[in-house]
């Protein structure tokens, strides 16, 4: 079973921030939250990943809480092509094999 | 860089029928992995490959389902005999067994229909 709970969907305007929230009250720590995500009809492509500091990179930002109990994955500025399922997958970094994807969230950027 | 090559993007056969799938990982990368993602799920790894070994198979409904990475490069996922059930995209993934992510990068899939 996935280790994380995230909303089934989301809705986002064109240009606006999207902010999409995981819960994982149950990672440990060695354990590294990873996030990717799925265009329609392509296979999942990954976003970014962190283990307690916040992390940026030129697709998206990643905010952990101080507990490391759930993160937030922010597309600053959402597009029309940011469209897609979003997962968020916890597991150690150097257990390459334990990558369980639950259902995601399916996020839909508007116009 | 060329990315994970797979063939074909899609199938329709028969229950009962056997069915097999090609994967080409992006140029060395060690490690392979075989996904099946059913309509509305995440995916769920079938088998993990390092170089030509088998690390993980433990997903693998071992009675239908074989995998095999010759000369540990390109892949091969067969299913004898397919059941409705096995309906699904079949995903390849490969990895570079290098920091600093581990990040597994994803081929276009196979969608595979039994009818």
């Known amino acids: 079973d996935a280790k994380t709970t995230q909303p089934t969907s989301m809705d986002c305007a064109e240009g606006r921030a999207a902010n999409l929230p995981c819960n994982h009250s149950?990672?440990?720590?060695?354990?590294?939250v990873y996030w990717y995500r799925q265009i329609h009809s392509q296979g999942p492509q990954y976003i970014i990943h962190?283990?307690?500091n916040n992390e940026t990179n030129e697709m998206a930002s990643l905010i952990i809480t101080e507990d490391r109990k759930s993160s937030t994955l922010i597309l600053p500025h959402a597009t029309l092509r940011d469209t897609a399922v979003y997962y968020c997958?916890?597991?150690?970094?150097?257990?390459?094999?334990?990558?369980?994807f639950g259902a995601g969230t399916r996020l839909t950027v508007k116009p | 860089e060329a990315g994970v090559a797979q063939s074909p993007r899609y199938k329709i056969i028969e229950k009962r029928q056997s069915v097999a799938f090609w994967c080409n990982p992006i140029s060395g990368h060690a490690t392979l992995y075989w996904y099946q993602q059913i309509l509305g799920q995440g995916p769920k790894l079938l088998i993990q490959?390092?170089?030509?070994?088998?690390?993980?198979d433990s997903q693998l409904p071992k009675d239908r389902f074989s995998a095999e990475r010759l000369k540990g490069v390109d892949s091969t996922l067969k299913i004898q005999p397919a059941k409705l059930e096995d309906s699904a995209v079949y995903l390849c993934?490969?990895?570079?067994?290098?920091?600093?992510?581990?990040?597994?990068?994803f081929g276009p899939g196979t969608r595979l229909t039994v009818t």
């Open positions: 993934a490969s990895s570079p067994w290098t920091e600093p992510a581990y990040e597994q990068y």
């Open positions: 997958i916890v597991r150690a970094k150097y257990n390459n094999n334990d990558m369980r």
């Open positions: 149950t990672i440990s720590g060695n354990e590294y």
């Open positions: 962190g283990l307690k």
């Open positions: 490959f390092q170089n030509n070994g088998v690390v993980d």
